[in-house]
């Protein structure tokens, strides 16, 4: 396997959390939460740290073209374990972890990474917690979420957090952006997009979320009177869609279906904007 020195995009969009998280490399903190970006943002630079950690020919970052860079790209590497609640993460699963945390890493360090923290159920949440309330030597764990908001508080009170920058537009993954559109002429007219919303690749919980985000900024470029969806609308409708918008998080929260979350939060805003005064 051969692989670029080039850092990858998700990389370059964020390169001031890259650069902040290469300042960690001497003195890295055992639990470090990274939100916000987007989803394949936050994964590749909790592997563009444990490259910086174990970099044989470090420059200004790790060099991504040695044995220890292409074992981590690669997931091959014996240190890196790799947690996915959306996969239906248990708690035996966390708790069958726990005798290779207590153990010396094979290289310099140990990295536990926690894809979309935000979905852990309480179980495995608070057995996650007891790892970081008693930290190993040389173990870190990285929890990557859309927001902290999502995490065990306890769990964010004992990281360091890692806020990542918004990349240039809507912040939304590129898929979405037909969707936004698609979105955007139901509210005008009432026509398309409701179909969509009941496919699982258009819509699970993060890309909702993320969704919804989307939705808050183009609503505040409106009420600004800023190009948008909602340039120049009235302040009454405004504060409806962000009630709106705040019970659609709070379903999305009490894991409610988002398929039935996004088609409410669609037939509600397309009600309140036609809506004649």
Known sequence: MTMSSAPSTAIQEQSNAAGLLLRLVDNPPCSLVLEGGSQTQRSALAGYLLKALHCRNPGDGPCLKCDMC??????????????????????DEVREIR??????????????????AGEMNASCANA????????????????????RQSILPTIVSRSFVL?????????LESGQEELYSDFSTFVLHG???MHKCSKKENFDLTGARQFLVRIRLDLARGMRGEKSLFKNIE???AN??????????QALAFKARTDLVMQWLALTMWK????KQ
């Open 240 to 249: 409806k869609m962000l009630l709106t918008l705040q019970k659609a998080e």
């Open 163 to 171: 806020t990542l920058g918004r990349t240039p537009g809507t912040g």
């Open 272 to 275: 309140i904007f036609n809506k």
């Open 70 to 91: 292409v074992k981590i790209e690669a997931d091959a590497f014996r240190d890196l374990f790799r947690l996915t609640p959306l996969e239906g993460l248990s708690v």
């Open 128 to 147: 996650l917690l007891k790892s970081v309330e008693e930290p190993v030597s040389r173990n870190i764990f990285v929890f990557l979420s859309n927001e």
């Open 235 to 237: 302040p009454v409708k």
């Open 191 to 193: 026509k398309g997009f």
């Open 99 to 116: 005798p290779a945390l207590s153990q010396s890493p094979h290289h310099g360090w140990r990295m536990v990474v926690v894809e979309e």
